[in-house]
């Protein structure tokens, strides 16, 4: 075809099931398709054998790899940043390594590229009561924090045209969501429905804790409605006290207590007093995150690290050296001209 087709893979001590994912699952998928491929592995800092598993793999010898590790555990969605940096192809597909997105979607994802989408998003058709659970509150809280156009249960697991890619690689704030900031571009994009499947080994690495953070992050990048919403709420809490205290003291004072309610005043002072108290501290902890938002992209620091020595790369079947975007263009124009 003459089109190349890039795949970023982000690893993170997947030793146990790499192997098996890189060359029982992806491998055959992409062998029987007329395309070029070359795959774009970013180790997100392992710890493990991720790194010798992956190089003894046999897709290695199959088709154009790179393998690009990162200093340390900079997180999922830096990695997948990484990996869209580091890609060359005219469209590139987004595929976790724990081998719970099918790689059977790819050809219907490459199918609607061909046909003129521009981003193709794989859609969760959810296996379980807990997981659908936990998609939709996650999705509806943040429809409501302003991301409107979110759809339930879509997934990284997606296929971006080079434009799209372009575009996203301008995008340079350090607390990011991939699939957000893809959405974010405006893109129009195509829908198809997958049912993922089980972790070929071992356990997730997204903790609760870690997803919580995911989700803070999200909302406070993304929108500005928490602070909004406190505003209202601090609002009417000063009109709820101001009705509140006249009511007491006209009914107390005034007309000497004809509901014979017996109204403290020190109980009354604290309640209010202890209530707003509250309400400024947790207004406070959101302004601070908005101002620690505001902190992190004003230092400026790069968003990964390579580790260039760590990184290595294969030699593609046509003579092509996948380790530079030179070298992976002249091997496919090398087939176009045969």
């Known amino acids: 075809m003459g089109r190349l087709i890039s795949v970023v893979v982000p690893v993170y001590n997947e030793a146990e099931g790499i192997s098996k994912f890189l060359d029982d699952e992806l491998l055959p998928t992409l062998m029987g398709l007329k395309y070029d491929f070359e795959i774009v592995i970013v180790d997100d800092g392992s710890i493990d054998k991720t790194l010798e598993k992956v190089r003894g793999a046999e897709i290695f010898r199959k088709i154009p790899c790179r393998v690009v590790v990162l200093t340390r555990n900079f997180g ?36 609607r590229w061909e046909k003129g989408a521009m981003v193709v998003t794989a859609v969760r058709k959810h296996n379980s009561t807990k997981h659908r659970l936990g998609s939709r509150v996650y999705y509806r809280l943040m429809k409501t924090m302003g991301s409107r156009d979110l759809v339930v249960g879509a997934m990284d697991f997606r296929l971006i045209d080079r434009e799209v890619v372009d575009e996203f690689c301008r995008l340079d704030e350090r607390n990011r969501l991939t699939r957000g900031l893809i959405d974010w571009l405006g893109f129009p994009q195509e829908y198809i429905v997958v049912k993922t499947k089980g972790r070929l080994s071992g356990k997730p690495s997204y903790s609760f804790k870690k997803l919580m953070a995911l ?16 505003g209202y709420i601090g609002g009417f809490i000063m009109v709820f006290s101001l009705i509140l205290g006249l009511f007491i003291l006209i009914e107390q004072y005034i007309m000497g207590d004809p509901l014979e309610l017996d109204w403290s005043g020190a109980v009354a002072m604290s309640v209010f007093v202890s209530f707003l108290v509250g309400l400024v501290l947790v207004s406070q902890s959101m302004t601070a995150l908005y101002v620690a938002q505001i902190h992190t992209e004003a230092k400026g620091r790069p968003l990964y690290i390579i580790n260039k020595k760590r990184s290595f790369e294969s030699g593609s079947g046509g003579g092509a050296k996948a380790g530079s975007r030179a070298g992976v263009r002249a091997g496919v124009d090398k087939k176009e001209r045969k």
């Open 76 to 111: 999922k969605e830096v990695a997948l940043t990484a990996g869209l940096q580091e890609a060359f192809g005219d469209a590139v597909i987004m595929i976790d390594s724990d081998g719970q997105h099918p790689v059977e979607a790819i050809p219907e994802m490459i199918l």
């Open 215 to 230: 989700t803070i992050d999200s909302m406070a990048s993304s929108s500005r409605t928490p602070l909004v919403v406190f």
